[in-house]
């Protein structure tokens, strides 16, 4: 976990909870951006900027897109981290995401403040549990970034009020790769939420199931031209999910 403040991150919390990692957490503050060397030795990398306006710089961003290329599995979550980089190719590999709309909420009345939530627009193991639609102060985090999915990213939850018409989380898989894009602070959202969001995605940054839909058992031992076949199946989006 890279990260460029102080304060202990949800994600932080998160990997320490489960018993079978070994989390390794650097701040910035206090290592500077670190070597590619270091990076490329672990399974995933969360990069974790919060509402830092500095955010992801260029030698940030070059580690970032080296490991990517490397190993594939990445988190980026912060405000602003979109607008930064938004002419930048290489990041925009990284989150499969770009910027559509800079938000900036330092003018708005509270009763505005309080009417923005995300809601969730896609079933998927990241988003299990979290209310719909997810609760997000935006006194906390006053300039996250509306974007829209690229490189065949997929929306997992849109900015619903203040004009906001964008994605607000951002996700891609395939078969060796996992990107998770949060294009806000997470600690603008409630601590269960936080929570849970940042737990499911360790998990799921890590669980080993592809999306693939596969056969369990044929109904049948035989298939008769032109006739109907029983097949039972179960759905795996990075880990068994049930509706």
């Not at 976990?1 to 991150?9: F, G, L, N």
């Not at 009020?161 to 959202?189: C, K, Q, W």
Request: hydrophobic content about 40%; charged content about 20%.
């Amino acid at each position: 976990i890279v990260k460029t403040y102080d304060e202990v991150s949800a994600f932080e919390t998160a990997a320490s909870a489960k018993a079978n990692l070994c989390t390794a957490v650097a701040s910035k503050s206090v290592t500077g951006t670190p070597p590619a060397s270091y990076v490329n030795q672990f399974d995933a990398v969360i990069w974790s900027t919060g509402t830092d306006i500095a955010n992801i710089d260029d030698s940030d961003a070059e580690v970032l897109s080296g490991y990517y290329n490397a190993k594939g599995r990445v988190i980026v979550e912060g405000s602003d981290v979109a607008f930064r980089h938004s002419n930048d190719e290489r990041l925009q590999d990284v989150i499969h995401a770009k910027l559509k709309n800079d938000l900036l909420f330092s003018t708005m009345s509270d009763s505005d403040i309080n009417s923005f939530d995300i809601s969730l627009t896609r079933l998927h193991p990241v988003s299990k549990g979290l209310p719909n639609p997810l609760p997000f102060n935006a006194s906390v985090d006053i300039y996250p970034d509306d974007v829209e999915p690229v490189n065949q990213g997929a929306e997992l939850g849109a900015w619903n009020g203040l004009g906001a018409n964008g994605s607000a989380l951002v996700v891609y898989e395939d078969g060796t790769r996992r990107t998770l894009f949060l294009p806000f602070s997470i600690s603008a959202l409630q601590a269960a939420d936080r929570g849970l969001l940042a737990s499911n995605s360790v998990n799921w940054l890590l669980d080993n199931t592809n999306l693939d839909i596969t056969a369990e058992l044929v109904g049948t031992t035989y298939f008769l031209f032109g006739g109907a076949v029983r097949l039972d199946v179960t759905v795996y989006n990075g880990g068994e999910y049930s509706w």
